[in-house]
């Protein structure tokens, strides 16, 4: 009878075992599907500002008066705080931002402006609504990225 007592002991305890590796994995399978559902919805952010940045500079061109556009943002992307920036270089410019402490490495990831204008500025998701400044500047166009002051 003691053999049957521990070979029940052991099955259960194998049993044990097994259920929290299923456990395990099931938790790492949801928490890469999160993952991954957050850095999508970042991509998709990013996108409408870059469209917003495309939509603001042929405005203001078209026009030739500044205008100024402010968007609504979450403030947190699942759990996480987050950043955006334009940047530009001699060639380029492009919309920027990631998860984490603004501006520090690199961004995750990068949408590219088809419209060439001095572009800058940075935003920190969760302090208050985005806002976007186009103003012409000589012969070309300068936006500007930031956080909207109501008044």
């Not at 919309?95 to 572009?119: C, I, K, M, Y």
């Not at 186009?134 to 909207?148: D, E, K, P, V």
Request: charged residues 15%.
């Amino acid at each position: 009878m003691p053999a049957q007592a521990t070979n029940y002991f052991y099955t259960i305890l194998a049993m044990g075992v097994v259920a929290l590796m299923i456990t395990n994995a099931f938790g790492l399978h949801a928490s890469s599907l999160k993952a991954m559902s957050e850095r999508r919805e970042l991509k998709e952010i990013l996108v409408s500002v870059a469209a917003e940045v495309t939509e603001l500079a042929a405005l203001t061109e078209a026009t030739n008066a500044s205008a100024k556009v402010c968007l609504h943002m979450p403030l947190l992307i699942g759990d996480k705080s987050y950043w955006i920036r334009l940047a530009s270089d001699a060639d380029d410019a492009w919309v920027e931002g990631a998860f984490g402490d603004p501006w520090t490495g690199q961004p995750d990831h990068r949408v590219e402006l088809p419209w060439n204008v001095s572009v800058s500025g940075t935003y920190k998701g969760g302090y208050g609504t985005l806002a976007l400044n186009c103003t012409i500047q000589g012969s070309g166009l300068a936006l500007t990225l930031g956080r909207w002051e109501g008044g």
